[in-house]
């Protein structure tokens, strides 16, 4: 299955957005919307920190077809762990996959990748504005923020 997203850049303020990114997120999940070019039966994620000074925790990732917005389908999240383990830690530089999870995914669909750190400390990389925005939401919270 092959997905896309845009670039990444560094969190910061957006003018016209009531979006934290700029001043960092705690306790917060944030979640990407992922183009879907092929299909299949399983899905992978792939976690980065790549412009990561020091090492970030990653405490939980979740995986579901978009219905609308921010909402997933009923009955397709999926906690994704990453070598039988929900939490991880990136070394700095470091990318990591998650475990394979069983979800049926139609091509030209889209995924809701959700990602929670509870401790965050530098600056947040966020995908820029344009057709797949995040969102960002307290922790087991239903209240999102759309960050555009």
């Known amino acids: 299955m092959a997905a896309w997203g845009a670039s990444q850049v560094a969190g910061s303020e957006i003018p016209w957005s009531d ?11 944030v979640r990407n919307v992922l183009f879907v070019k092929g299909g299949g039966s399983s899905v992978r994620v792939r976690v980065t920190n790549t412009f990561g000074t020091e090492p970030v925790t990653v405490d939980k990732v979740t995986v ?3 219905d609308e917005g921010a909402d997933a389908v009923p009955g397709t999240l999926r906690t994704l762990t990453f070598g039988g383990h929900r939490a991880t830690t990136l070394a700095a530089g470091e990318e990591r996959f998650s475990d394979p999870v069983r979800m049926r995914v139609r091509a030209l669909s889209t995924l809701l990748v959700s990602v929670h750190q509870a401790f965050f400390r530098g600056d ?23 960050c555009q």
Do not use: K
């Open 19 to 29: 979006c934290p990114a700029g001043e960092g997120l705690e306790n917060q999940t």
């Open 64 to 66: 579901a077809l978009q």
């Open 124 to 146: 947040r990389r966020l995908q820029p504005v344009g057709e797949s925005n995040p969102w960002a939401g307290a922790a087991r919270r239903r209240s999102t923020l759309r």
